[in-house]
């Protein structure tokens, strides 16, 4: 069964930074896509990143490319975000997400059949 519990979320002020991660039971990382969403209150999901296990490929949403690093860990089983020069408007709940095989949108929640239950991000004074 497939299972990903996402970790690591909490208050941290502006200009602040967070690693999230996320770890993954039940399939192993080879050829299985890890997405990082997140969505705000009265927002939809939005896609942060994307690692693709078979290539390596990345993807990152233009709002936060440059503050934002995903990376898998040397456990095969943990995938990780790193971030950066937080900002108020980077508070949402995140969570992670997978799919097997190639995405087509890494941006687009419908494409992972797999979710975690989130952690909550809140960047705050």
């Known amino acids: 069964q497939v299972q990903l519990v996402e970790s690591g979320g909490g208050l941290v002020q502006p200009g602040g930074s967070l690693r999230l991660s996320c770890a993954v039971s039940?399939?192993?990382?080879?050829?299985?896509?890890i997405g990082w969403f997140r969505q705000a209150p009265g927002k939809e999901r939005e896609g942060v990143s994307c690692?693709?296990?078979?290539?390596?490929?990345?993807y990152y949403a233009d709002s936060v490319k440059g503050r934002f690093t995903i990376s898998s860990g040397n456990a095969k089983n943990m995938v990780y975000l790193q971030m950066n020069s937080l900002k108020p408007e980077d508070t949402a709940v995140y969570y992670c997400?997978?799919?097997?095989?190639?995405?087509?949108?890494?941006?687009?929640?419908?494409?992972?059949?797999?979710w975690g239950q989130g952690t909550q991000v809140t960047v705050s004074s």
């Open positions: 039940g399939f192993t990382l080879d050829y299985y896509a």
């Open positions: 997400a997978a799919e097997y095989g190639w995405i087509r949108d890494p941006s687009r929640a419908a494409e992972f059949g797999s």
């Open positions: 690692v693709s296990s078979s290539d390596g490929s990345t």
